[in-house]
């Protein structure tokens, strides 16, 4: 839906003492809820709540029709538009759309960043993270139960200072050598930290392909867990998806042949950071990222894997769009799509 109103000046600060950057005008902006459906309850007893300590009592009937599995979408339209198409941005496990707004110090995130290039941006809350809520019923809507990262996790799991790094202490933290998260700032990244469940993937996809359906044709930048719904989407939507650039995929699309063949137009570019050759996990992940890439160009597909260090970018984390030099990999990523005429 389109609609027109006054551009919006919005001036943002780089961080704390920094020059001002330069204003983000905006022709448009605004949010809306994709996805869901009915789930029923019923044979459930009548409750009363009091809803503040000293309240009238009111009786709650937990029995009824509620609406789970949706989506919350944010958009920003810049009112000079340089990208060709928006560019949907999907969150990885256990975070929400805040992993692209601003860093954990302070930082104009990719959202700014992007914005400010002059793309149309869409960031998401995942079904069951964030603004999109979660099903707290009386009776489970999702098997298993959610689940939490603590500090110490993130802090060893995503790089930041490696396996046993961890300390209460801020003092005895290890910091893998060079590396470019504000680990400083590791309460505050932790503030964003949100439940998951790990039985969720089929209606998150579900409401991603419906934002699709919605407002693509589009470019998908994806990271982490959304590795895998940002290439099966590409898989289902071909014709809608103009390029998929995925940030350290935790995982990727689906390895039938016929699905693989799917992505012969949808050109891909895989972006992984530093430290991955001393991570127990990360070598496999990235070798099967590899194994995709290769399966899509033989199938006629094109897929540029990056490693950062390679390139001479040192020092990124898992949260590359949170790292000190986010934006030297951002303006990496927009270099890749104006090369495939999806930026001017």
Same mark, same amino acid.
């Given at each position: 839906?389109?609609?027109? @109103? +006054?551009?919006?000046? #919005?001036?943002?600060?780089?961080?704390?003492?920094?020059? @001002? +950057?330069?204003?983000? #005008?905006?022709?448009?902006?605004?949010s809306f809820h994709i996805g869901g459906e009915p789930f029923v309850v019923s044979g459930e007893p009548v409750k009363e709540v009091k809803f503040t300590a000293n309240g009238v009592p009111l009786k709650i009937d937990p029995n009824g029709t509620y609406m789970v599995g949706q989506m919350y979408?944010?958009?920003?339209?810049?009112?000079?538009?340089?990208?060709?198409?928006?560019?949907?941005?999907?969150h990885g496990g256990g975070l929400s759309g805040v992993t692209y707004e601003t860093t954990p110090d302070g930082r104009p995130g990719w959202l700014n960043d992007f914005l400010r290039k002059g793309w149309a941006v869409y960031n998401s809350d995942a079904v069951e993270r964030g603004r999109s809520g979660w099903p707290a019923t009386a009776k489970p809507v999702w098997k298993g139960d959610p689940v939490l990262v603590t500090a110490a996790n993130a802090y060893e799991r995503f790089r930041i200072g490696g396996a046993g790094s961890?300390?209460?202490?801020?003092?005895?933290?290890?910091?893998?050598?060079?590396?470019?998260?504000?680990?400083?700032?590791?309460?505050q990244f932790s503030r964003q930290f949100v439940?998951?469940?790990?039985?969720?993937d089929e209606p998150t996809l579900k409401a991603y392909l419906q934002l699709v359906d919605k407002v693509c044709p589009c470019v998908l930048l994806v990271h982490s867990q959304a590795g895998k719904f940002g290439f099966q989407a590409a898989q289902a939507r071909p014709d809608k998806i103009r390029a998929v650039v995925a940030v350290e995929p935790a995982e990727v699309g689906d390895a039938d042949k016929e699905k693989i063949a799917a992505l012969k137009s949808v050109p891909a570019l895989m972006v992984y950071g530093d430290y991955i050759e001393q991570d127990s996990r990360w070598p496999a992940i990235r070798a099967k990222g590899a194994r995709f890439a290769q399966a899509v160009r033989e199938a006629g597909g094109q897929v540029d894997e990056v490693d950062l260090p390679k390139v001479g970018i040192k020092g990124n984390s898992?949260?590359?769009?949170?790292?000190?030099?986010?934006?030297?990999?951002?303006?990496?990523i927009n270099e890749w799509l104006t090369k495939r005429g999806l930026y001017r």
């Open positions: 839906m389109k609609r027109t @109103v +006054a551009a919006v000046a #919005v001036v943002v600060s780089a961080w704390a003492g920094a020059a @001002v +950057a330069q204003p983000i #005008v905006l022709r448009d902006m605004g979408v944010q958009y920003f339209i810049p009112e000079s538009r340089k990208g060709a198409v928006p560019l949907l941005m999907w961890w300390s209460e202490d801020p003092a005895q933290r290890k910091l893998l050598p060079g590396n470019q998260f504000p680990a400083d700032q590791i309460w439940p998951r469940w790990i039985t969720t898992h949260m590359v769009m949170m790292d000190k030099n986010n934006l030297e990999v951002s303006a990496l």
